[in-house]
């Protein structure tokens, strides 16, 4: 049985983080890496990688130092869907195939309860049903009474639901060919030629099995979903300080930490778990590290600084500085004083701006979300839910209410009187104060 990995997609709606999803570091792995071992702890060790010109080299540099797989890749050249990406390595779909997302996490039941309902059935799919209570921006499954396909529907309008039953993408295929030319016949304007190649072969008699999910799914749609992430890999790890870390005996570490190599906890610092933090690190004097924080590579947690359920990307430097519940990229510096606001006075949930969308994040606690390569001067602030853009700059002083483009930077410019300054003290009220202080004992 084969794994096909469809990694040619573009997010589109992760803006400002560039990095391609799969790419993204989780306690010192690509999520791609996780992705695989996931497959390999299910018992599956033959993967087919689909990817796209930008990310096929990262790809085959991570498959060629995997152990105990065999890995073939096929290149999709442009981002138009499942349909096209399986078409792109039709040489290679033979036998049972098991296609993923690797933009979605889930856990090693994924695979093992398609497997086992393969074995004891004879359907020509078998894909898992998610049960969600709230309304889901995805593919809804309409299933009989035995859990049999009969029909997808793609982003229904909420309470035109045909199930409580999302489309997660693992799904099983045991005549990949015969897909393939379902495909083929599609006639569709929309990007859901695989979805409706899927009911196509329902309408002809094949049978199309749901499997119930019941364990934990986290799709990575938004860039807010990087944290749900990180909270569920934290929670299933394993504690770790690296032997080469040194901790000062005046620092204090609590709870589940995972603490990298050449890492240096100086004085005072606090490290609260569950907590990552990557290598060559160093925690500053005072610094405080809490509650879900996934601190990347070579980073400076510097003097004073607070970081809260957040995650940084490699080589950020920070310095009396509050991050909450924020996805920070890579190569940021933040001067001293700023503040990353993360909870609205009135309580409720924060939206964010995707393109023309404003988006309810469903989190009543959210930071901010900046890009690469961002600074920001002393004393800064950032509302709520805002996006800092790539390579910009947030000056010092500035209240950054709206998001900030990429390439771009926000200086607050107030206007100033200078005026020649001629005191005139009254000596003899200092000294009268001094006395009553003095009578007093230096109290007051």
């Known amino acids: 049985m084969k794994v096909v990995f469809l990694c040619g997609g573009i997010g589109k709606r992760m803006s400002p983080i560039t990095e391609d999803k799969l790419l993204l570091h989780f306690l010192g792995k690509t999520l791609f890496e996780h992705q695989m071992e996931t497959a390999k702890e299910a018992g599956l060790n033959q993967f087919l990688v689909i990817g796209n010109p930008a990310n096929m080299e990262q790809i085959e540099q991570i498959t060629r130092v995997s152990p105990g797989v065999k890995t073939e890749l096929a290149l999709q050249r442009q981002p138009l869907g499942i349909a096209d990406a399986l078409k792109s390595a039709e040489p290679f779909l033979d036998g049972d195939i098991v296609v993923v997302n690797p933009n979605d996490v889930f856990t090693v039941s994924a695979y093992t309860s398609l497997v086992q309902e393969r074995k004891k059935g004879s359907a020509a799919s078998y894909m898992l049903g998610y049960e969600v209570k709230d309304y889901f921006p995805g593919g809804y499954l309409a299933v009989d009474s035995t859990n049999e396909l009969r029909h997808i529907v793609e982003k229904p309008k909420p309470g035109q639901e045909p199930s409580h039953l999302v489309n997660i993408l693992v799904h099983l295929h045991t005549e990949p060919k015969k897909l393939l ?264």
């Open 181 to 444: 030319e379902y495909i083929e016949k599609v006639e569709t304007t929309r990007d859901d030629v695989y979805e409706c190649a899927l009911d196509s072969l329902v309408k002809d008699g094949y049978k199309i099995k749901v499997v119930p999910y019941p364990d934990f799914w986290a799709p990575i749609k938004y860039p807010w979903h990087i944290l749900e992430v990180v909270n569920h890999l934290l929670n299933t790890c394993q504690p770790r300080i690296s032997a080469s870390a040194s901790i000062s005996e005046k620092a204090t570490i609590e709870g589940k930490v995972i603490i990298g190599d050449n890492v240096r906890v100086l004085e005072n610092a606090v490290i609260r778990g569950p907590v990552y933090i990557g290598p060559n690190c160093i925690i500053g004097n005072n610094a405080l590290v809490r509650d879900y924080s996934h601190i990347g590579a070579d980073c400076v947690i510097g003097y004073c600084t607070e970081v809260k359920s957040s995650y940084i990307g490699d080589r950020c430097w920070f310095h009396s500085s509050y991050i909450g519940d924020s996805v920070i990229g890579k190569d940021c510096s933040f001067g001293a004083g700023t503040v990353l606001a993360n909870f609205r006075f009135d309580e409720q949930n924060i939206s964010v701006r995707v393109g023309d969308e404003v988006v309810d994040t469903g989190r009543d606690k959210l930071g901010a979300i900046v890009g690469d390569n961002c600074k920001t001067g002393i004393n800064a602030s950032v509302m709520p839910g805002t996006r800092i853009g790539p390579n910009s700059i947030v000056g010092s002083h500035v209240c950054l209410t709206e998001d900030l483009e990429p390439g771009k930077k926000i200086l607050a410019e107030p206007h100033y009187r200078v005026l020649r300054n001629q005191p005139e003290l009254d000596e003899t009220k200092k000294k009268k104060l001094k006395q009553k202080l003095e009578k007093l004992g230096g109290e007051t």
